[in-house]
């Protein structure tokens, strides 16, 4: 049976407006395609299903002659009026229109130029053309017209690889949702995620779901996710499994299963993969093989099930392996040796250090939206014993007097508005680090400060060198405790700074220098992996949620989340010390 998503449905109509506007059809009728297409794909019920009830009237922002084309689209497919009408022109047109700055006729004069009738590969096609310097003869396209043609063409191609993938926190949100609906059903005992939402990487695709319940209501429960008010559409139907699109357009996959199996379950869709590659080969030497369905002794046949994930890791003789461990890295060795870590956990963490107030310090960047009282209190809620206040550094204009001045001012204002806190401030910078290793502040300056950040906010298109370069100059400026973001990543926006971290490592060590963990969940900066090295390394790491609104500081437990998965205990995180220890390190005593 064909079933057509919102998304599908938008798609079509866009690219009817795209060639209607090739064809210089009347102005009203292409906005009024391309206004179609908006509602369609922010609308949270199916259009296709509301059509087959006979309920498409229903929608507004839908004139009479598109939903009548829609109908005879819905009821022909391939043979109706605008498949018709796309296919007046080349396919490759509809993916070229996506990079920034081509319109539908800069788009359809490429593609008959260069001949890039392969859709699949239109946008490589082009960019050789583009370095074979092809479209030197094509008028509108001068040299530095293809320079920015192709950096929009790069732009596009890795946002959309990125595209596919979302950033946690909205994973969650869709999922915890979900969670809420599915639980409101009186015969599912229980239901978790899987996957790498449950081991909390920090994109995730799919959302995977177990539920747990008897056997008899399967059918029941399936029926119910079916009606699941966000749901777009569903994708599969099994006896034990059900997939459905839900809105804006995540694919989410539901198992179903009982008890007495619960635990196999979850380990096995928990994943990853590579994990549960190496469990196999481990249990392979102990004649057992693993499967969805349990462990089977291979000499005997029978299959064991499991209640709990715990019971199944003693079943092998392993220590239990949390989920953030799960990699496939030595974990199963260290499993084995019983000598994997005690993570870390929100509740050992004491202060918070890159948090930005309202203080008016004539920065260029971001200022935080609330006075120091208010983040403290919050701080104070949060169950720390100290907290850090970080703006960014004064722009450059500022002379080296009026910086201190307001470096002074800012801290009167602070002694002012917190006497008799019960918790400690200490009142840093956030410095940029410029393209030359340099810091963004008068020497003078610094000496006002407990401490700098460090921290790097431009200029990322730099070699490794050049790059490592810059970091060690940096970190050798006097109060520096804390390299902010290190690699600058924005996930799914930019790639972080390639950086030589077998010369920033020791460096670190040496001055005793934190590197973050940056919980801002499109940051998540160190990412997990350079957390393993930098401790296995004798680097410490901080968890800071570079607040600039009061609500951020919630973000705490993203940048947890990376520390266990860089198998952080809570020696390795310095805003686990006690007051006094930590007070000794930020201000280098
Ligand atoms: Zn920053
Ligand atoms: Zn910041």
Known sequence: MTSFSNQDIADVLNKVAIVYQ???????????????????????????????????????????????HLQEYFTNKESSYFWKTIAQVPQSVF??????????????????????????????????????NEMSQMEGFGEKSQQQLLENLELYTKQSSAEKRMILPFAQKVAHQLLQYLTLHPQVIQCEPLGSLRRHIETIGDIDIVLVADEKYFSTIIDYIAVYPSCLRVDNKGSKKISIIVAPHIRVDIRLTTLKTYG????????????????????????????????????TG?????????????????????????????????????????????KDIRGDLHVHSNFPIQTSHDVGANSFTTLLNKAKQLGYTYIGFTEHNPRSKESANQVISLLQKRRLQAQRELTNTPITYFLGLEVDIRPDGTLALYDEAIEQLDYVIVSIHSSFRMDQKSA????????????????????????????????????????CRKRNIALEINAWPQRLDLPDVLVRQAIQAGVRCIINTD????????????????AQRGWCEKKNIVNTLPENEFRRWILNK
């Open 302 to 346: 029978i299959q064991h099930t499991f209640e709990k994930e715990e019971l199944l890791y003693s079943f092998l003789k392993l220590e239990y392996i949390s989920p953030l461990l799960r990699e496939g890295t030595d974990e199963i060795t260290r499993a084995q040796e019983h000598t994997l870590p005690t993570l870390v956990s929100l």
């Open 468 to 507: 490592t370069a810059r970091v060690l100059k940096a970190l050798s400026y006097p109060k520096v405790r804390i390299f902010g973001h290190p690699t600058g990543r924005k996930i799914g926006e930019r790639d972080g700074l390639s950086l030589d971290w077998k010369q920033i490592f020791p460096l």
């Open 264 to 299: 196999t379950m979850l380990q096995y869709f928990t994943g990853s993969k590579m994990h549960n590659i190496r469990l196999r080969e481990y249990a392979q030497k102990k004649n057992l093989s693993l499967s969805e369905y349990g462990i089977t002794d291979k000499k």
């Open 95 to 132: 993916l070229l229109v996506n990079i920034p700055g081509i319109g539908p006729k800069r788009a359809y004069k490429l593609v008959t130029h260069l001949h890039l009738d392969n859709p699949t590969t239109a946008l490589a096609d082009l960019q050789t053309a583009i370095e074979n």
């Open 22 to 68: 090739l064809q210089n059809e009347n102005r009203f009728k292409i906005i009024a395609y391309q206004q179609a297409a908006e509602v369609v794909s922010t609308c949270t019920q199916s259009i296709y299903d509301l059509w087959k009830e006979g309920n498409m009237q229903d929608i507004n922002g839908i004139g009479t002659t598109i939903a009548n």
């Open 547 to 562: 607040t600039h609104a009061l609500i951020d500081m919630d973000n705490m437990h993203y940048g947890i989340t990376v």
